[in-house]
C-alpha cells in the first residue's frame, strides 16, 4: 500500500510494536510483507477510538488496556472457513476412524473430538452432522465435540450457530433442510438445528497457554492454525496436542501444513492425516 494512501500514520515502529504483542500473545508471526493487511484490519478501529492515532493505540497496549488487546488479537487472527472444508476429512472419518472407534471403544461407548481454532464454527457443525449421522440410532454412545478458538468475536458467532445462507452452496436442498432453520424475519439467515448444537461445546482458548481440559480426546483437528507459528511453537504444540490424544488417536491438519521434521510423535496416514504412535 502506498504511504500516501493511508489515512493515518501507520511507522515501521507502529507496525513492530503490533507485530511482537501478536506475536508474543497469539503465536502468530507477522512478517513485513504483512505491514498493509494489519493496517487495513486495525485502521477503523483506531479510527473510532483514537481519532487515528496508532501512536495512542500502540501506548494503550503497552499500558496493558485488556480490551484493547482483546480487539487487537481479534482484528487480527485469521478465520478462513467453510462447512465441510477439505471433504476427504471428512469422509474418512465416516469410513474410517468412526467404525474403528465404535471397536476401540465399545466399552466406554465415548467418544471426543477436539476443533482447535474452529473459528465460526463451520468445522464443529460439520463434525456434529458427521457424528449425527453415524450415531443417532446409537442412543447409549456419549459422542462430544469440544470447540475452541482465541477470537471472543467468531466464538460468539459460531455458538448462535447463525450464517448467511449462502454460505451453504455445498449443501443440497434436503440436506439444508435437514440441517438449518431457516429465518422468518430474515429470510438470507439460516440457523443450525439444537440437536446439533447439542453436540458441540465452544469455549475460549489460547493454544500457546496451558491446555486446561483433561481430556483424552480420540481425534483432534487442528488445521489451516499452525502455518502462523513458527517451528519451535509448532514443535511445543504438538507435543501437548500428543499428550491429550489417545494412542492410535486422529490428528487432521491443514492441506497446505505438514509434521514432517515437527513431531515424531504422529505418523502419516496420507492426506494430512496423521495418528499418534502408541
Not at 430474515?186 to 447439542?198: A, Y
Request: glycine share 4%.
Amino acid at each position: 500500500m502506498d504511504r500516501t494512501a493511508r489515512e493515518f500514520e501507520f511507522s515501521d515502529r507502529h507496525f513492530s510494536k503490533i507485530s511482537a504483542f501478536v506475536t508474543a500473545h497469539t503465536g502468530i508471526l507477522l512478517p513485513p510483507a504483512k505491514k498493509d493487511m494489519v493496517y487495513s484490519r486495525l485502521s477503523k478501529h483506531v479510527r473510532k477510538l483514537f481519532q487515528g492515532s496508532f501512536d495512542t493505540f500502540c501506548d494503550a497496549i503497552e499500558n496493558g488496556d485488556d480490551e484493547i488487546k482483546e480487539l487487537l488479537i481479534n482484528a487480527i487472527t485469521t478465520n478462513l472457513t467453510a462447512f465441510f472444508r477439505e471433504k476427504h476429512h471428512f469422509d474418512y472419518l465416516k469410513q474410517y476412524v468412526f467404525p474403528e472407534l465404535m471397536l476401540k471403544n465399545k466399552t466406554t461407548k465415548r467418544i471426543r473430538i477436539w476443533s482447535a481454532g474452529c473459528s465460526t464454527g463451520e468445522e464443529p457443525y460439520s463434525l456434529a452432522i458427521c457424528l449425527h449421522e453415524f450415531f443417532n440410532d446409537k442412543k447409549d454412545w456419549d459422542v462430544k465435540v469440544l470447540a475452541t478458538d482465541l477470537d471472543a468475536n467468531v466464538l460468539e458467532q459460531a455458538a448462535s450457530g447463525i450464517y448467511a445462507i449462502e454460505r451453504l452452496t455445498q449443501f443440497s436442498e434436503n440436506e439444508k433442510k435437514s440441517w438449518f432453520t431457516r429465518g422468518k424475519v430474515n429470510t438470507d439467515l439460516v440457523k443450525v438445528k439444537s440437536f446439533l448444537q447439542k453436540y458441540i461445546v465452544f469455549k475460549r482458548l489460547n493454544l500457546l497457554h496451558t491446555f486446561p481440559m483433561r481430556g483424552p480426546f480420540d481425534v483432534i483437528f487442528c488445521r489451516n492454525v499452525i502455518i502462523y507459528f513458527d517451528k519451535a511453537t509448532q514443535r511445543d504444540l504438538f507435543h501437548r496436542f500428543a499428550e491429550k490424544i489417545l494412542p492410535g488417536g486422529y490428528m487432521f491438519i491443514g492441506h497446505s501444513e505438514t509434521l514432517f521434521n515437527i513431531s515424531e510423535q504422529f505418523v502419516s496416514v496420507g492426506n494430512t492425516i496423521y495418528r499418534r504412535q502408541s
